[in-house]
């Protein structure tokens, strides 16, 4: 099941974590109960789904920046020239924020903070709410915030123990990229009423 679970995420996955050195010893697996739970959480938060006919309120995470893919590339360039030819299609006054941005993320000293202050970066909460991502619907505002809060208090636990096990320096594995981005859109996500995307 656990396998099954791991594969169905792997088309959720909105990030893709830069390629690691294959001389980085990866992180040790966390329990398996523990994992599942994680991902069983994740595939409902972060997997965007058809809200549910009838609700009245709909659980709803931001839409990615749409300098997104510059983004993660200067994140991941290793030269000057990798980093120009990641920005060279955005206008000039986006480029020097797509660069400043990641280069204050890059001088974070541990990689599990890098990490969440990368995919945060990449969370568009300005966007107009019609674009934001529609997770799941409820009846009421109540049984929406309830199920957000338990989701966020689930990432934060094991967020934890990512933090934990992450020593200074070394990337985090493709599975605590996925639990960070889980964390990320929790954090980020809002309860709204169904009327908020109805249009106009």
């Known amino acids: 099941l656990l396998i099954v679970l791991g594969d169905t995420l792997a088309g959720f996955l909105l990030v893709q974590p830069p390629r690691r050195d294959p001389s980085i010893k990866p992180l040790a697996r966390r329990s398996g109960p523990s994992i599942l739970a994680t991902l069983a959480i994740l595939i409902a938060l972060v997997a965007e789904a058809v809200a549910q006919a009838g609700g009245g309120w709909l659980l ?3 839409p990615h920046i ?3 893919r510059a983004l993660m590339k200067v994140y991941a360039a ?7 030819a990641a ?44 674009n934001w991502r529609r997770i799941r619907a409820f009846e009421s505002a109540a049984s ?5 809060e338990l989701a966020l208090q689930s990432f934060e636990l094991e967020a934890s ?3 934990a096990a992450s020593p200074d320096g070394e990337e985090l594995s493709v599975e605590d990229w996925r639990l960070l981005e ?15 995307f109805v249009a106009r």
């Open 87 to 130: 920005v060279d299609s955005l206008p000039h006054d986006e480029q020097d924020l797509v660069v400043t941005k990641v280069y204050k993320i890059l001088a974070i000293p541990t990689a599990a903070a890098r990490t969440e202050a990368v995919l945060d970066a990449l969370q568009d909460t300005a966007a107009p709410v019609r």
């Open 161 to 163: 123990s990512v933090r």
């Open 60 to 62: 709803v995470v931001p």
């Open 182 to 196: 889980g964390l990320s859109a929790a954090r980020k996500s809002r309860c709204l009423p169904e009327s908020s």
């Open 66 to 68: 749409p300098q997104k």
């Open 144 to 148: 929406c915030e309830r199920q957000r």
């Open 78 to 84: 290793n030269s000057a020239a990798e980093v120009g």
